[in-house]
């Protein structure tokens, strides 16, 4: 820039804007990006065992992740927060991400682990190196390529290192181009279920999400909660005892549904 456009009295902040190298603009913006982000984490951190993150918390928390277009609504992680403050036993998580960080910050601070299967190195990494650079306990990111099975495909997760029985299992992957989309949590992890454990399936109101839940209805027995709003809707499943004397399916079916006002 040189000193007559320096002098010039006309000039606002944002026409110098244009002149700040794009690098530098990066860094900034990263670098801002990382300041919103330590102090959710640290004020989510805070908070007393079992109690819930304020929407306002959250949003400060999605806000610092940064992860546009692929963000989780509030809605959402108001559920899996509430949900992570209290369960007892094990998280199994499909995907990992800010969804990631938040439980680990609401149950692992409990002594509650949670287990994340994730398919892609990059995202995988990043995710790691945040979960190790603010020092979130009780997460383990387990590098699970996606494998072809019977008719789908899923993550090819260590299951001799899992857990015998999740709690809470919080499903937001594989993408829903992957064959069988969600599918497979049901098949390859329906030993590991608990009579009471829950599911939150993400996404409900696309059609292969909205598949995969009819899929999972006729397969086995649960109580089953729409939760729908503008930006979109997830379902709370939880399991319960097949019936005595016949196979699971849809006899064993409820269905409430819930609007949000947001």
């Keep these: 820039m040189d000193e007559a456009t320096m002098s010039n009295p006309n000039i ?18 990263d670098l801002h990006t990382q300041i919103k982000l330590r102090h959710a984490i640290e004020r989510i951190a805070s908070l007393p065992l079992g109690s819930v993150p304020t929407p306002e918390m959250l949003i400060e928390l999605q806000a610092g992740w940064s992860n546009d277009g692929f963000a989780a609504r509030i809605d959402l992680l108001n559920e899996i927060a509430t949900r992570a403050a209290t369960t007892k036993g094990p998280i199994l998580e499909c995907g990992s991400g800010m ?4 439980v680990g910050l609401l149950a692992g601070r409990r002594g509650v682990r949670t287990y994340s299967l994730e398919h892609i190195d990059e995202w995988r990494a990043r995710v790691l190196d945040t979960i190790e650079h603010f020092e979130i306990p009780n997460v383990e990111i387990l590098r699970t390529p996606l494998r072809d099975f019977d008719g789908f495909s899923w993550y090819d997760a260590p299951l001799p290192e899992l857990p015998r ?3 809470l299992v919080i499903c937001d992957g594989p993408p829903g181009e992957t064959l069988g989309g969600r599918y497979g949590l049901l098949p390859m992890m329906r030993e590991r279920l608990g009579q009471g454990a829950v599911i939150l399936l993400d996404d409900t109101e696309r059609p292969g999400e909205a598949e995969v839940l009819q899929r999972w209805m006729s397969e086995a027995s649960f109580n089953v909660t729409m939760h729908e709003s503008a930006d979109g809707s997830f379902a709370v499943l939880r399991m319960r005892p097949s019936p005595s004397g016949r ?3 849809d006899e064993g079916l409820t269905v409430n549904s819930r609007h949000a006002l947001t």
Excluded: E
Excluded at 18 to 27: E, G, I, M, N, W
Excluded at 99 to 102: A, Q, R, Y
């Design 12 to 29: 606002t902040l944002g026409s110098l804007k244009q002149f700040v190298p794009a690098p530098l603009k990066r860094a900034v913006k």
């Design 165 to 167: 029985s999740f709690d």
């Design 247 to 249: 196979r699971d399916g």
């Design 99 to 102: 969804t990631t960080l938040l």
